[in-house]
């Protein structure tokens, strides 16, 4: 029979890279997107399908993680086999501006979800986001048995929905998952998330339409990998016979300040002829390095990362000079990228 999965944050980055994945294993796509005056699935186009058609396998349907009611009655009616929570205001800067709210969505949105799926008594796999952001100030190298310290409100929001996941799969048998996911990347990154600020600043620096990119802590060290790696592990998660969780990342230890050089020297430019400090873009507490240990997922799941930090530049670099060289879609990717559907 046909497995049916449901997707809060379906048009985000990993959203569409895990309804990609679905659909390619067969299943029946059903995702969550909040109601706008404007059209925001840019990330999903490709996959569009028309509802009237038989065959039609993605199916978008109104509704937001604040809305406790409308998750109960989407549950009832899809009746998915796999629930996949990516939707969250997912922005570590702005959460410090936008505390309550990343609260509310981000934290509080997580238990909604559950505790709809607790009320319909559906027998579902959850997988929940989680985020390196939780270990915050606990030293590297982390793992799944690592202290949190998170140092963000986002960071601390994630924490909650971390346990409440955790308690829900005690208390009620649920077959919930946390991915604990270090930094991961790709063409379809937001615009305002570092790594693909940097890619297209430099894209749109070379074409000579920027003159300047504007940064702030260079010195923070992140692991980062390729968003569709990671989505593959998200699946990989909900298919064993025992839920449980689990980091995902490359074990990389890369400067803000090595991306930089990375992107700027793939078209040979000289990083420090442009890139200025604004103190805008501190935050009231920086997480100074964050590398993950992803040996478990490794060991039980079969997953290891293939894409580290200079590829993924790369990756990155070419998909923001095509997008300017083609008056198409930001989301754009290069043809010769992993093939990781199989």
């Known amino acids: 029979m046909t497995k049916r999965a449901l997707i809060t944050g379906i048009t985000g980055q990993d959203g569409s890279y895990l309804a990609e994945l679905l659909l390619s294993k067969g299943y029946e796509v059903h995702g969550l997107i909040r109601r706008a ?20 396998r993605l199916f978008l349907h109104y509704g937001d993680l604040s809305d406790g009611a409308r998750l109960v009655t989407l549950l009832s009616t899809i009746a998915p086999d796999e629930v996949y929570n990516l939707a969250a205001q997912s922005h570590v800067r702005v959460s410090f ?8 969505t981000t934290g509080i949105g997580s238990i909604r979800l559950l505790e709809a799926v607790r009320m319909t008594g559906l027998q579902c796999r959850y997988y929940q986001a989680s ?27 994630k924490v909650y929905s971390y346990w409440i996941t955790r308690n829900y799969r005690e208390a009620y048998g649920i077959h919930a998952v946390n991915g604990i996911l270090f930094n991961h990347e790709s063409p379809r990154r937001g615009e305002t998330f570092v790594t693909r600020k940097i ?37 990989r998660m909900l298919q ?15 400067t803000v300040k090595d991306f930089v050089e990375a992107a700027f020297g793939h078209v040979g430019l000289d990083w420090q002829k442009y ?31 293939t894409v580290h ?6 990756i990155m670099m070419e998909a923001d000079i095509a997008a300017l060289q083609h008056e198409g879609s930001p989301w754009i990717d290069t043809p010769d990228l992993p093939d990781w559907r199989k």
């Open 199 to 235: 890619t297209r600043a430099v894209a749109r620096i070379q074409a000579g339409m920027q003159d300047t990119l504007y940064m702030g802590n260079l010195d923070a060290i992140r692991d980062w990998g390729y968003a569709p790696e990671y989505v593959e592990g998200m699946w």
């Open 309 to 314: 930090t200079p590829e993924l530049a790369r």
């Open 240 to 254: 064993t016979d025992e839920p449980d969780d689990y980091v995902l990342a490359t074990g990389g230890n890369f």
């Open 37 to 56: 005056s404007t059209f925001n699935t840019a990330r999903i186009e490709h996959l569009y399908q028309d509802p009237h058609n038989d065959d039609t």
């Open 131 to 157: 985020s390196s952001e939780m270990f915050g100030a606990s030293p590297p190298p982390q793992n799944e048995d690592t202290v949190f310290y998170p140092r963000s409100p986002y960071g601390a929001a």
């Open 97 to 104: 501006d936008e505390p309550e709210h990343t609260g509310d």
């Open 275 to 305: 890139v200025k400090f604004d103190p805008r873009y501190l935050r009231p507490t920086e997480v100074d390095a964050l590398v993950g240990d992803a040996g478990k997922a490794e060991r039980q799941l079969g997953w290891k990362a």
